[in-house]
């Protein structure tokens, strides 16, 4: 786990592109604040929420609105990435098991 997420912050850190506009961002916030602070936090930046990562502080939220990454960040946001295939971003009831095939489901 802390493999995964050093690895995630020096992502961030070297400029991954945060998606654009109208795309899902993932932000991640401390992840001491509750969820509804994280929540509160990419609500009140004007994001609609989609879901809650996997990782403490781990919002995907979406906006077309202008300035709304500046919001983020401004709101608490640590690190801003565009979500899509990155594991994280996806709760876990979500995933399917590792080794599980789509046939083994339909039977």
């Known amino acids: 786990m ?16 945060v998606a654009e506009r109208g795309q899902p961002v993932a932000a991640l916030f401390p992840p001491w604040w ?10 009140t930046a004007g994001g609609a929420v989609l879901t809650l990562g996997r990782l403490p502080g781990l919002v995907v939220t979406r906006s077309s609105a202008p300035g ?15 979500p899509r295939g990155v594991g994280l971003c996806t709760p876990a009831r979500a995933r399917r098991p590792e080794g599980r095939r789509l046939e083994d489901e339909r039977s």
């Open 2 to 17: 802390a493999v995964l997420m050093l690895s995630l912050l020096g992502a961030a850190w070297l400029g991954n592109p």
């Open 34 to 43: 509750d969820s509804a602070r994280s929540l509160g936090a990419a609500a």
């Open 68 to 82: 709304f990454v500046e919001r983020l960040r401004a709101g608490g946001a640590l690190f801003l990435f565009d």
